[in-house]
């Protein structure tokens, strides 16, 4: 199966410093670059919001959940595409249609319990500059538990990354190419870094809050692959799943009929719901609203058209 973020994968393979592709191609990863982050509109909570951290894992162990204000991660690692239509300012004041270009970003997140690591790679179109950023988010800093974009927070550069950039401007500067110092070279960077972050925590509230669910898609059988291929491309031995976002899961059967029939598997919507039962009398919450959490119908993994579909488990379900 060829992979949809081929593009960027060369581009960064051929030009990156900061990032192990080997390693990267393993892990499950959202292909949205097939329109503007803007363009985008993610679910989010209205009242609900949780607070247990404590899960359990399939092989018996434990770990915290991983999440910001409401907002919970997946995946322990995954890697995530997005594009955007940006305007570059190369002079003050002055405006020029032809200087908005469209911005392809790749890029790494691996939440912590503390910070938010990511590195994140993007390129203009029609350039053949690379630009990177690695670093971390601190989770101190997002205050808003419902809308983290409107939050004010910073993203920090890992102490490597900034002391080879910060060479990088010193060197720029001996040769007359930048009058600028470090914060203002790096102000652009920070801002594509604060639109991809705040992308991936709108994804991680939709699927949390909204009408899809993450689906991996794997093949049925795995390929074989030349060492030496491998080796100078990377990218033909990548096994990590792409994840989709569906609103049911491929029919591999049939509808069946009479009053019995298995309805086909699909997301139910959480939604909010009024304890009137004599049964919950004793509940806290009785003849109060409760919200129900969204929950699937239906199997869980299915085979289709060469190709296996798992739902994605939120954590807490992942026994």
């Known amino acids: 199966m060829k992979r949809p973020d081929l593009e960027m994968i060369r581009v960064i393979n051929k030009r990156s410093k900061f990032v192990d592709l080997s390693d990267a191609l393993n892990l499950p990863f959202f292909h949205l670059s097939y329109k503007n982050i803007a363009d985008f509109e993610f679910a989010v909570a209205d009242e609900h919001k949780e607070s247990r951290t404590l899960v359990k894992l399939r092989n018996g162990g434990q770990r915290t959940r991983h999440y910001i204000k409401g907002i919970e991660w997946v995946y322990d690692r995954l890697v995530l595409t997005g ?48 630009f990177e950023w690695k670093g971390y988010y601190e989770r101190s800093g997002i205050k808003d538990d419902v809308h983290p974009e409107s939050s004010h927070i910073e993203p920090c550069e890992d102490p490597e990354y900034e002391e080879l950039m910060r060479a990088q401007v010193d060197l720029y500067q001996a040769m007359d190419l930048t009058q600028v110092d470090y914060d203002g070279y790096m102000k652009g960077i920070r801002q594509h870094v604060s639109a991809f972050y705040r992308f991936a925590c709108g994804l991680m509230s939709h699927l949390k809050y909204g009408d899809k669910h993450a689906v991996e898609v794997t093949p049925s059988k795995t390929p074989k692959i030349n060492p030496v291929l491998k080796r100078d491309r990377p990218w033909v031995g990548a096994s990590g799943p792409q994840v989709l976002l569906l609103d049911r899961m491929p029919a591999t059967q049939s509808e069946g009929t009479g009053t019995h029939a298995s309805p086909k598997p699909h997301r139910r919507r959480g939604h ?48």
Do not use: C, M
Request: net charge negative.
């Open 272 to 319: 909010w719901k009024t304890l009137s039962h004599p049964r919950f009398r004793h509940h806290p919450q009785y003849q109060k609203k409760i919200y129900v959490k969204p929950s699937f119908v239906g199997p869980r993994q299915v085979s289709y058209e060469g190709n296996i579909y798992r739902l994605v488990e939120t954590l807490e379900n992942a026994l």
């Open 83 to 130: 594009r955007d239509n940006v305007l570059l300012d190369y002079a003050e004041g002055t405006y020029d249609p032809d200087d908005e270009k469209i911005v392809k970003y790749w890029g790494i997140i691996e939440p912590g319990e503390e910070r938010d690591y990511i590195y994140l790679a993007y390129q203009y179109a029609e350039e053949n500059s690379l």
